[in-house]
Structure formats: structure tokens, C-alpha cells
């Protein structure tokens, strides 16, 4: 079945450093990549999304590559600000499918002033 | 959180009591899906639906039904809570064709059972 890999956790950096979340995943077909953001206390939220190979999802500066060839979509920062500590979830939706998402197990970042 | 809401946001129950959680929205979307959070698990599908009276069993359904009866509300009832069942449950929604478009969460509903 399908199946998402993340790097575990904490990931712990400075302000301003530079930032990669790995991710992996395993699927039939051409499936769309996302990754959603948890705040403390709060929901999962949509930070980007790529439908296709090659497509590069972005939004707050943040940046992930759908890259076919290697199953991955890893999460990219050039500069992280502390704002930026949360847990961030990678996910999968099978083209044709359910509709059920599959998600990873979260990745905490925690980023220190 | 615009256009999907859970109540109640903290419960506290008593072990073999009957919990309903609830989910409403209000962007007409066909899917809707209970998940629960736990630490070291991340999140793990409960029950889901596909439209007014369909719905269909995830990975942890056991102790656990759910009913939509509208499509606004997909209600999620533990039938006689237990501690394993204390927890985070969130509820997401999802449209027709919006697979490239992602899914919409719930602010969450914390859970514990003493």
C-alpha cells in the first residue's frame, strides 16, 4: 500500500540557519505530495502541494520538489525564523484513488532564537 | 479553520461512558475524516465518508462508530470510552476532484478519559 517516510524528530537549529525535512514515499500510479504545518495547540494546515513530477510547491518561504525519480519531496528553508517551530507532516493523495490521504509520522522543528 | 468546526474542543469523560464528537461543515465537500493523534503514532485514520450515509472503517475503528446522516456533520461516537482512547481527534474534509487541492482540518477535539 501506499506509504510516506519522514525524517524523525526533533530537528533543532538556529534562526536563520538553513532548513531540509526529508521525505520519501511509496505509491501506484502519480500520486499529489503535500505538506501540512501543526502549530501548538492547532489543526493540520496546507503549507504547499505538488500534483506532478517536477512541480514545485512553495509558500512562506518555504519549498519542496516533486521528484519522481527518487520518490521524494523534501521540505526546503533557506533561512528559518523561530515562528517557524512546529511539527510538519508530509502527505500523499493516490491519483484514482480514495481519497484517503496518507500521512507521515510528523517531523517537530524547534528553532532557537 | 474556515468552513469546518469540531465540538466540543476539551472533553473530560468517565471510563464506559458514550462520547460524540462532531464535525461540521460548511463547504459541501463530499469526504470527511476522523483521525486520532497520538505521540509517537502521528495521525491514524478512525472512520471516513464518502457521502450521506456512507462511510467506512480506517486503520483504528475498533471502538469506534460514526454516522452522517447530513452532509454537514459526520459525528464520531465512542460506544463505551476507555483510556487507550484518550487522545487528539481531529476531523478533515475533503471535495470531488480536489485531490490536488488537499484537505481542510479541524482545530481538534482533546479527549480524555479518567
Known amino acids: 500500500g501506499d506509504s510516506v517516510t519522514q525524517m524523525e524528530g526533533p530537528v533543532t537549529l538556529s534562526e536563520e540557519a538553513f532548513l531540509t525535512i526529508n521525505c520519501t514515499y511509496t505509491?501506484?500510479?502519480?500520486?499529489?505530495l503535500f505538506w501540512y504545518v501543526q502549530y501548538p495547540g492547532e489543526g493540520l494546515q496546507l503549507l504547499l502541494k505538488?500534483?506532478?513530477?517536477?512541480d514545485k510547491g512553495s509558500n512562506k518561504g518555504f519549498e519542496a520538489t516533486y521528484r519522481k525519480e527518487t520518490t521524494s519531496f523534501h521540505l526546503e528553508k533557506g533561512s528559518v525564523q523561530v515562528s517557524d517551530s512546529a511539527v510538519y507532516f508530509c502527505a500523499l493523495s493516490a491519483s484514482g484513488g480514495s481519497y484517503i490521504p496518507t500521512f507521515g509520522r510528523g517531523t517537530s522543528l524547534i528553532v532557537h532564537p | 479553520d474556515a468552513g469546518i468546526t469540531q465540538s466540543p474542543r476539551h472533553k473530560v469523560t468517565e471510563t464506559g461512558t458514550p462520547v460524540t464528537l462532531r464535525c461540521h461543515q460548511t463547504e459541501n465537500h463530499r469526504y470527511m475524516y476522523w483521525y486520532r493523534q497520538d505521540p509517537g503514532h502521528g495521525l491514524r485514520l478512525i472512520h471516513y465518508?464518502?457521502?450521506?450515509?456512507?462511510?467506512d472503517k480506517g486503520e483504528v475503528s475498533d471502538g469506534y462508530s460514526v454516522s452522517r446522516s447530513k452532509t454537514e456533520d459526520f459525528l464520531l461516537t465512542l460506544e463505551s470510552a476507555t483510556s487507550s482512547q484518550t487522545s487528539v481527534y481531529f476531523c478533515?474534509?475533503?471535495?470531488?476532484?480536489?485531490?490536488?487541492?488537499?484537505?481542510?482540518f479541524g482545530s481538534g477535539t482533546r479527549l480524555t478519559v479518567v
Open positions: 505509491a501506484t500510479g502519480y500520486p499529489s
Open positions: 465518508s464518502y457521502g450521506v450515509k456512507d462511510t
Open positions: 478533515a474534509i475533503s471535495g470531488v476532484g480536489t485531490q490536488g487541492y488537499g484537505y481542510t
Open positions: 505538488a500534483t506532478k513530477a517536477d
